[in-house]
């Protein structure tokens, strides 16, 4: 299929070639969220610890009256804990009817993407960490890897609260 074929059958079924991210770092790893899941990003704000949760949760926050759920990024992915400096951000997501902060290295730029650029996993959706891949885009000599902020927060397990709600 040509390139304005594809672009054609997008259009057609309402869908925009172009897709907006924003990217941020983990480690020397570009990653990339969808816009539209995205509330806002913010500086680091302090974080209350929670007693037994997994070790990726950090703790919860008050963002502007409301508490939510702050989770670590790298943990999340199994890389070792790092300093928080001046460059770390805290993204909001909005998943599942619920509003989670995710902890990054550095927040790097909002990027418009075709997709038509966005290829699949490799590996699949089985693979550890993978199941949260998206797809991947190249970035010049790099490659961008997209999250699935859906499958990253799955509330997988009824049973085990946290925080007013699941946190698999």
Known sequence: MSHDARSTTTAARGESPVLQFVGFRLGD???AIAITKIQEIILMKPIT???QAPDYIEGLINLRGAVIPVVSLRKRFGQPAREIDEETRTIVV???DR???CIVDAVTK????????IQPSPLGSAVGSCRYVS???RLDDRLLIMLDVEDLFQFEDPTSQWAGGTLA
């Open 94 to 96: 909005n998943v599942h």
């Open 110 to 117: 909002v990027m418009r993407i075709n997709r038509d650029q």
């Open 99 to 101: 509003t989670v902060g």
């Open 135 to 137: 797809g991947l885009a």
């Open 29 to 31: 790893e570009d990653y």
């Open 49 to 51: 610890r929670l007693p």
